[in-house]
Each structure stands twice: as structure tokens, then as C-alpha cells.
């Protein structure tokens, strides 16, 4: 392992271990997103749809490789490297400056986060309308029972 301030020459030389200038176009080009319009954060499911407010991160953070032997190995023997299409997902630029170069949880929710997440929102909207529809009912029969109150009396 070496310092997050020193670089080694094989990083340097190896393309495949940095940034590329058009991994931002790449994405969009292989990733149209919910009827080409809609992207989701895989880290905290917020809806995005503003192509110029949307970050590409890079999943294993380009930092997280070259720091790690194992990785820089498995993504040197990738067509892209670090930015090839499986290692980049759409996010909000606050999860994106939260995650930083970490790995951990933050590579598991960037990988399953986009299909977990949207699961979450849509079981939480279907709970709202059970919510709102047992409060309806609620009041329904509430008002039935006022009925067979009076009725009683």
C-alpha cells in the first residue's frame, strides 16, 4: 500500500486507472435512464432528471482503485478500466461529494442502489395510499357507526 498523496509510475502510465474525458457521455450513451428522462440516486433514491445537475460516479472510486492491488489488477483487465459502463451510476452531487473515495456500503448501495431504492419508494408511495385509503374508510365507518348510534337511541 503507498500514501494517497504519492502516485506510482504504473498508475500514471496506465489510462485504464484514471479519468477518461468522456466517461460522463459514455454513461448517458449506454444508460437512457426510466423513458429517457428519469435517473435515480442509487445512494439515497432521490429522482433526477436535470442531465446537467446529475453526477456520474465512478463506483469504485478511481482514488480506491489505484490504492488497492486486487482492483487495480481486475480493472486493468477491463475494455474502459475504472470507467468502464458497469463501474458508473447517475447521483446526486450531495451523495457524490458525501461518498468521496470511500468504498464499503457506499460500492454495495452504488451497485444495487438504483433497482433497491426505487423498490423502497414505491413500496412507501403504495403505503400512502393504504394509509390514506384505510383513513377514508375510517371515516366512513365512523360515520356509519354515528348512524347506528342514533338509530340505537
Not at 58 to 86: A, C, M, T, W
Request: charged letters at 20%; proline letters at 3%; one cysteine or more.
Amino acid at each position: 500500500m503507498f500514501s494517497y498523496g504519492h502516485k506510482e509510475p504504473y498508475i500514471e502510465q496506465n489510462k485504464k486507472l484514471r479519468h477518461s474525458s468522456n466517461y460522463r457521455a459514455m454513461y448517458f450513451e449506454h444508460n437512457p435512464g426510466l423513458k429517457n428522462k428519469f435517473y435515480f440516486c442509487p445512494y439515497c433514491g432521490k429522482v433526477m432528471w436535470n442531465k446537467d445537475k446529475i453526477t456520474i460516479d465512478h463506483i469504485y472510486s478511481v482514488r480506491y482503485v489505484q490504492v488497492r492491488p486486487n482492483l487495480r489488477k481486475r480493472f486493468s483487465e477491463l475494455d474502459y478500466g475504472v470507467n468502464s459502463i458497469s463501474n458508473l451510476t447517475s447521483c446526486c452531487k450531495r451523495c457524490n461529494s458525501r461518498k468521496g473515495s470511500k468504498g464499503g456500503l457506499w460500492i454495495i448501495r452504488g451497485k444495487y442502489g438504483k433497482y433497491f431504492m426505487s423498490l423502497v419508494r414505491l413500496l412507501m408511495f403504495i403505503g400512502l395510499i393504504a394509509v390514506f385509503i384505510l383513513l377514508i374508510l375510517q371515516i366512513i365507518n365512523y360515520g356509519g357507526v354515528l348512524t347506528w348510534l342514533q338509530q340505537l337511541q
